[in-house]
């Protein structure tokens, strides 16, 4: 039954219900809760069972991404520093910035790509590249690569579960949980650090 219901919800949502989601998640400061990795397998899995089209989903899930982390890059370079300095708020935690500058410390450009598989670092990383004045360029090149990797990669690993494996919508949910699991283990890891 609860795998119906996110099935539902994601069907419901259509084409541009899960742009839109992409797209906040991928570049709005407020996207960060937002369930990119586990929406991309469902809109996938629910194209393999002919409720979209695989053909328009991917090209527009990819598009999206990249989108909304142009924006979040624009939205970093413009507002700068003062990002740093809010206060903490409804949308707002410093600590998502903390947490993102210091994977950008350790991974450099990389980070725009690597981001794209880590909640809350997806979000805010575009948004640190533009306060740190990456070139855009090298920041295109990151956020191209990324949006692939990501929107198609994940969406078509749903598509090909769900046509190649039979009963596949038995499995939906316990992938999803795991997407969800590997998806904020990092982040977990962090804070355990952090308490320690």
Do not use: C
């Amino acid at each position: 039954m609860f795998g119906f219901d996110i099935l539902s919800l994601v069907e419901t949502a259509g084409y541009i219900g899960l742009a839109a989601i992409v797209f906040a998640e991928s570049g709005l400061f407020f996207g960060f809760f937002l369930p990119g990795d586990s929406l991309l397998f469902i809109a996938g899995f629910l194209a393999s069972q002919e409720h979209f089209s695989i053909w328009i989903l991917v090209p527009l899930l990819v598009l999206s991404g990249i989108l909304g982390d142009s924006v979040g890059y624009t939205f970093g370079r413009r507002v700068g520093p003062r990002i740093f300095s809010k206060k903490e708020s409804r949308f707002f935690h410093p600590d998502h910035i903390l947490r993102t500058k210091v994977f950008y410390e350790k991974y450099g450009n990389k980070t725009i790509l690597l981001a794209r598989f880590i909640p809350i670092v997806r979000t805010f990383a575009p948004i640190l590249a533009g306060v740190g004045n990456m070139r855009y360029r090298t920041f295109a090149l990151y956020n191209i690569i990324g949006g692939v990797a990501w929107g198609a990669g994940m969406t078509l690993f749903g598509y090909y579960l769900g046509s190649f494996i039979p009963d596949a919508d038995k499995y939906v949910l316990p992938i999803v949980v795991v997407i969800i699991v590997v998806s904020i283990l990092p982040n977990l890891i962090q804070f355990f650090k952090k308490r320690n």
